[in-house]
Each structure stands twice: as C-alpha cells, then as structure tokens.
C-alpha cells in the first residue's frame, strides 16, 4: 500500500458525459501528479500540483482540468468524454517539486474509465 | 516523440536465469533514471535508480547499469523468480530536462517461468 488513494476503482460512463477523478495523496506529500495509460502505451504525464499550485503540464486535453485543493487532495475532471478517453488514470504524489528527480514518486492504484 | 524507448513490450525467462530490460532515451538532459515495477489491478512502485554520476547500481537481486554514451540503460535481475513477473517501466528525469518530471517508456512484461 502505497497511502496514495483514488476514488472510484472503476467508472462506466458514456460519451459526452464529465466524470471527476479523486486522489488522495500520501500525508505529508506536496506534490500530486496525474497520469493517463491507454493501451499498449506508457505513462502518459498530464498535470502535476504542487502545495495547491498548478506546477508542470503534459499532453492534458483543453477537455480535461485538475485542481489541488487546500486539503491537498487533487480531483482530475474529463468532460465531453469519447471513447478514446477510455484508460487507467494513476494519480501519484511526492514531498517535493519535480518528483522522480530525486524524491520518489508514489502511485495510487489507478481508476479504470471506460466509456461506451 | 518518445524521449524513453523500451522496445521489448515482452521478454520471458526461466526461473533461477538472468532477466535483462533495455531502455534508451534521447533527451541529453535526462540525469536520473529510475526503474518501475507494476503487477495488475496495482499502481506502479519505485524499484532501483541510478544517477547519471554513476555506472551501475546495485539493490540485491536488482542491477541497473546506466552507458551515458549510448543513451542506454538495462536492468538486471539475478536470479529471476517467479514473483517478478510484472510489467516493468524505466522512466527518466532531469531539471532542465523539458516540462514533465517524470518520463515513462511504454514498459517491458517480464515472465518467469518456473
């Protein structure tokens, strides 16, 4: 058990529909990151907070958006959602900025999406 | 445009034998590299890591060697065992190294058989 959580394990939704992704960091952790892994491909990066601010960018859709609350917990939102949007989203978090250089990052167990 | 390339999506080896996993990146600013394991239906965990001060690091069974060079890095895992079958990812990191913190490669799924 990493102490990284998300919420739901699963979700079943169709296209058009928005859909919000939690994740819960492990306690004392500052820096939150969301990940995309479609099939048969990598981590993708999307968004990284850090201590509430939005920190780096990736490959993240104009249709979807995060947010770091002052709890520090971190919900992704996905809206108009099609059928290639169907994936693994990982949320994973770190101590410090840049997480990986140095600070481990630490992955939840992932949300599975799946849009029909 | 991958910056992390692992171009074995598969390799399967014997119980008790040597499990090697390649990885090459092209971003010259990556300066720290690290390995990670995933079984299914679980988030990914930190395994080994290596800076770009060094060559080889060395974590029991784990050996990561790092050829700056060639761009190259391998794990090592002697002697395999059946547990270690996993989807293994090398990611890659660096300061100035562009937007993302930490870059994935696609990942290589080890089996070991027994």
């Known amino acids: 058990d990493s102490g990284v959580t998300q919420t739901p394990k699963h979700l079943i939704t169709a296209t058009g529909q928005r859909v919000t992704l939690r994740c819960s960091p492990r306690s004392g952790d500052l820096s939150v990151y969301w990940y995309q892994q479609s099939l048969d491909q990598g981590l993708q990066f999307l968004i990284q907070y850090y201590n509430g601010e939005e920190r780096a960018k990736g490959n993240i859709l104009e249709r979807f958006s995060a947010q770091q609350f002052p709890d520090l917990h971190s919900e992704l939102n996905l809206s108009s959602l099609e059928l290639g949007d169907s994936a693994l989203y990982f949320c994973?978090?770190?101590?410090?900025?840049?997480?990986?250089?140095?600070?481990?990052?630490?992955f939840g167990p992932g949300t599975r999406l799946t849009v029909l | 445009d991958q910056q992390v390339k692992q171009n074995s999506p598969s390799l399967s080896v014997q119980e008790g034998r040597i499990s090697i996993l390649n990885c090459d990146y092209t971003n010259s600013m990556f300066d720290y590299f690290l390995w990670y394991k995933k079984y299914p239906a679980e988030g990914p965990t930190f395994l080994i890591s290596i800076s770009s001060i060094k060559d080889k690091n060395e974590d029991g069974r784990f050996t990561v060697f790092l050829n700056k060079s060639a761009k190259h890095l391998s794990l090592h895992i002697v002697p395999s065992q059946p547990g270690d079958s996993a989807v293994y990812f090398c990611a890659a990191s660096g300061r100035n190294s562009g937007n993302t913190p930490l870059v994935f490669g696609k990942g290589t799924r080890l089996s070991v058989i027994a």
């Open positions: 994973a978090s770190s101590v410090l900025d840049w997480g990986g250089y140095y600070n481990e990052q630490f």
